[in-house]
């Protein structure tokens, strides 16, 4: 057998008409030789606006062109193989694809059969220019064919971003126009996409095809786009936005700083996010408490993974949400994991996300007392150090009247099952008091019941309480009388005694709830949950007026 000649390194230089496209032949070459296969760039070449990549793209003509790199290094990489089982060098070959362009060869060091690779410097590569490499293996003696020319093109300068917004006032609560604008160099590998927030927590990995999950990467038309948010509440806000171009790279963040206005809505239990209507929260089909309706790529109201005690989702968790432990316009949310020991407080950061920081622990209240202020023995009454006996929580409002002082809410408290008692906690300037009350006799006839809070609902300012049987679906409604100063729960003490208002299957209606007027029309609603997050409203009906009274709903199927 006639054995190849070993070339000297001047020899592997290519002569300048060899054709672009055209790979080098493996015809005849001899079955002993090694061979070189499965040709690959690192980074990927590609376009990331459509997620589109190749390893070794060996036409540049078609399409849309080769695919590009961005800022790095670039590493080629090639698999070898001996039929002898030699240690092998192998030769990789750059070649800028320019008229005339250079050649330039990067040789290996000796290896076992395997991998090889050759890093070839960013700053021997020219930005805006193409690029083609090649590879082809030595044992000593014989020399394999070289593999195919594979592709890629160079951008080596970021894109920029900027934000603007026009001079009309920016209202808490209110949608505002904001514009994001990017831009690419002429010989740069243009815009892909762009991703933009209301916080500075710097953002990576991000990719355009994001797009489907997360409504904040989002694609540029001529290097614009308009975009509608809410300030998440009054004083100082800003917008952040970062764009990436084909080849991967991602602009410096832009930032827009601008002042929004209190909200023009009045303040309003129920309301998560301060247009002053009360909103409705149910996990999704993920585990995600979300606002039904809402965009499923948006950031939701409460991460899955933010939910008590690891559980990993919403849906099993006793969550609740009707006005502040601090005085806030907007609703906090409190939740509590079935036999969990702790009562967490999740703040609203002002646009209806609660899980963005962490919780804060509601401590259980040390004293006990009666509705008359006696103080009682806590341990007597069924009432814990902890929260592990609770089944049932509801944020209830004020106590003494859901009315707003100054356009500020007061405090919302508590109610609570706990060993089938039911309680009230108020709260204080940091969270919840250091006393509950126990608004039922000294037995567990409430344990059956599930605690629904839909404000003011039977003619008074002082917020109501209905009621679901767990036995038989009945809802029913109590009321607090007396004055702000001496109200009067005396109509909590019996469960069965409040006026029946609808009957409502938990078989059929496995979550309902309540969060006030839902349809407008000045009278508190009912809602029903299925698995997915979607809701059906029951209209309440009955009479408006200063303090609404509702005496049914409308058809419950």
Request: charged share 20%.
């Amino acid at each position: 057998m006639q054995r190849a000649r070993i070339l000297p390194t001047a020899a592997l230089t290519l002569t300048l008409g060899l054709s672009a496209a055209a790979p080098a032949s493996a015809a005849g070459a001899d079955p002993a030789a090694p061979r070189t296969t499965a040709p690959r760039t690192s980074p990927t070449p590609g376009f990331a606006g459509e997620g589109r990549y190749s390893d070794c793209d060996t036409d540049p003509n078609s399409g849309a062109g080769a695919g590009w790199v961005g800022l790095g290094d670039v590493t080629a990489r090639v698999t070898t193989a001996s039929p002898t089982a030699a240690q092998l060098t192998t030769a990789f070959q750059l070649w800028d694809t320019a008229y005339g362009g250079p050649r330039t060869d990067y040789p290996a060091s000796w290896a076992p059969p395997g991998e090889a690779r050759t890093v070839i410097p960013r700053d021997r590569l020219t930005d805006g220019s193409q690029y083609a490499w090649r590879a082809r293996t030595s044992d000593g003696q014989l020399t394999g064919p070289y593999t195919q020319w594979c592709y890629f093109r160079v951008d080596h300068t970021p894109p920029t971003a900027d934000v603007t917004t026009d001079a009309t006032p920016k209202r808490a609560g209110e949608e505002a126009v904001f514009t994001l604008h990017g831009s690419d160099t002429d010989t740069g590998s243009g815009i892909a996409c762009a991703r933009w927030s209301t916080n500075g927590t710097p953002s990576v990995g991000w990719r355009c095809s994001d797009e489907a999950t997360d409504a904040h990467v989002v694609r540029l038309t001529d290097g614009r786009l308009d975009i509608k948010l809410k300030p998440a509440s009054w004083g100082s806000q800003s917008v952040y936005l970062e764009t990436m171009d084909n080849a991967g790279n991602v602009s410096q963040p832009a930032r827009l700083d601008y002042y929004a206005q209190p909200a023009a809505a009045p303040a309003s239990f129920g309301d998560i996010d301060a247009d002053g209507k009360p909103d409705v929260l149910v996990p999704d089909a993920d585990g995600n408490l979300r606002k039904p309706g809402s965009d499923p790529r948006d950031t939701p109201s409460a991460r899955r993974l933010a939910a008590p005690e690891d559980i990993g989702s919403w849906a099993g968790i006793q969550y609740t949400h009707r006005g502040s432990l601090s005085g806030d316009q907007v609703d906090d949310l409190i939740a509590h994991s079935p036999s969990g020991y702790g009562l967490y407080l999740f703040r609203n950061d002002g646009g209806g996300r609660f899980t963005e920081q962490g919780p804060g622990l509601l401590w259980k209240p040390e004293t006990c007392q009666n509705t008359s202020g006696a103080v009682i023995d806590c341990a007597q009454h069924g009432f814990r150090t902890d929260w592990t006996q609770v089944t049932q929580i509801a944020a209830y409002g004020s106590s003494r009247g859901d009315t707003a002082v100054g356009g500020i809410l007061p405090h919302t408290s508590l109610l609570s099952i706990e060993n089938g008692r039911l309680w009230l906690t108020r709260s204080d300037s940091i969270g919840l008091a250091w006393e509950s009350t126990l608004l039922s006799p000294n037995d567990d006839r409430w344990a059956g019941y599930e605690l629904l809070t839909p404000g003011p609902a039977q003619g008074s300012a002082f917020p109501t309480l209905w009621t679901r049987s767990t036995a038989d679906g009945a809802i029913r409604a109590f009321s607090v009388t007396g004055t702000a100063d001496a109200p009067d729960f005396s109509a909590f003490n019996d469960p069965t005694a409040g006026t029946v208002l609808a009957t409502v299957p938990a078989a059929t209606h496995p979550r309902i709830g309540s969060d006030g007027d839902l349809t407008g029309d000045g009278l508190p609603d009912l809602w029903s949950a299925g698995a997915s997050g979607k809701i059906t409203v029951f209209p309440g009906t009955g009479t408006t007026g200063p303090h609404p009274t509702v005496t049914g709903f409308a058809p419950i199927a």
